[in-house]
């Protein structure tokens, strides 16, 4: 089997040369796979012998999706997908005044063990391929009858513990023949891997770097997120600066505020000592419930706020969207998984 669609346009076109094909059948393939195809049947400007190798390659696994939930309050969509090996994912659509917005995963689960955070619950099971990426942005579009403006990569798993499919992704998603989403409308969430920080400033990319923070001070980012014992704030801190200079692009800092244990006066001191003088913005967001952490959402985000942008650091409050849905990832596909178990257990 060979994976048609994480290749770029240029690696098709080489493809279907080996094929015995013409050099523009390349791009014609690669502009079929971008609509979101279900069956190779429907590629009708192809010669049918050589829909059948595409068909036989396996090229075509679309994802089907298992549950969808809608927030009736704001349109937000959750989607859980089931990918060809039975594993899910989680997308979300989120619509804005400024467009369609959807947050993809990178990783079936996660193995950085954020405290907080429901898809690491489980460990890591796998990387997601570019292909898998891509589809979750292709079929939510079609699905949900929407045109697709910004991709956050914020979903289950850790975009730089998976960085070559990752960069694949960006590479066919940012391309003219394919969906055509530039850059700037796209950001990469990491929770702090320094040497994916250091590779991806090399790429010359223009996308939006957002750092998953947390903690101005190695204690409490210990305590949360296990990353930081290996990638400790100031050397964080550090990379962040020289990403900043290398591409020009402001860092985002995401900061998810927890009852007593990150949203002190202390803490919000500190994380402007930290960040004075650095072209940063600071996204609060108010912690989202998960059923198997004692860790609760904090009642000071306002005043959090305030600390900061007396300290002329840039601060908002995330909006949030989809909350009448566990849309915060992770929550649906764990909540399968556990419907899962139980069902396995009832059969016993
Ligand atoms: N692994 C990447 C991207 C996925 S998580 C990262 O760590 O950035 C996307 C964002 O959601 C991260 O900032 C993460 O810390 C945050 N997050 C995870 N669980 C959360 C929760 N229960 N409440 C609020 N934010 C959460």
Not at 164 to 172: A, G, K, P, Q, Y
Not at 300 to 316: D, K, M, S
């Amino acid at each position: 089997m060979t994976d048609l669609r994480s290749m770029t346009l240029q690696e098709l076109t080489d493809w279907c040369r080996e094929q015995g094909q013409p050099a523009f059948r390349g791009k014609q393939l690669f502009q079929w796979f971008a609509r979101g195809l279900s069956s190779v049947e429907e590629m009708t400007d192809l010669p049918k012998a050589f829909r059948e190798i595409i068909a036989r390659e396996g090229a075509l696994s679309p994802p089907k999706a298992q549950r969808k939930q809608v927030d009736g309050q704001d349109g937000t969509i959750k989607y859980l997908w089931r990918l060809a090996d039975g594993n899910c994912i989680e997308t979300v659509l989120m619509r804005y005044r400024h467009g369609n917005s959807v947050c993809i995963s990178t990783q079936v689960g996660c193995a950085m063990g954020c405290a907080f955070c429901a898809s690491t619950l489980g460990g890591r099971v796998r990387n997601l391929t570019a292909a898998e990426m891509l589809d979750q942005v292709i079929f939510t579009q079609k699905d949900a009858g929407v045109t697709i403006s910004n991709i956050v990569l914020m979903g289950i798993g850790e975009p730089l513990d998976n960085y070559d499919n990752v960069l694949r992704f960006l590479t066919l998603v940012n391309s003219p023949e394919g969906l055509n989403i530039g850059m700037r409308h796209i950001s990469l969430s990491t929770c702090g891997l320094i040497p994916g920080i250091r590779r991806l400033a090399q790429e010359g990319l223009q996308l939006t770097l957002s750092v998953s923070l947390h903690a101005p001070d190695d204690e409490t980012r210990t305590a949360l997120m296990p990353v930081n014992r290996a990638y400790p704030v100031k050397e964080l801190l550090r990379a962040c600066q020289d990403y900043f200079e290398a591409t020009g692009r402001r860092i985002s800092y995401e900061y998810a505020l927890i009852d007593g244990v990150n949203d002190t006066p202390r803490h919000a001191q500190l994380l402007a000592e930290r960040l004075a003088g650095k072209a940063a913005h600071v996204n609060l967001i108010p912690l989202n419930d998960v059923a198997e952490s004692s860790l609760r959402p904090s009642r000071r985000v306002p005043a959090f706020q305030r600390q900061l942008t007396q300290r002329g650091i840039n601060a908002t409050i995330r909006r949030r969207l989809g909350s009448e849905i566990d849309a915060s990832c992770g929550q649906l596909r764990r909540k399968a998984a556990k419907a899962q178990e139980g069902k396995k257990g009832e059969d016993l």
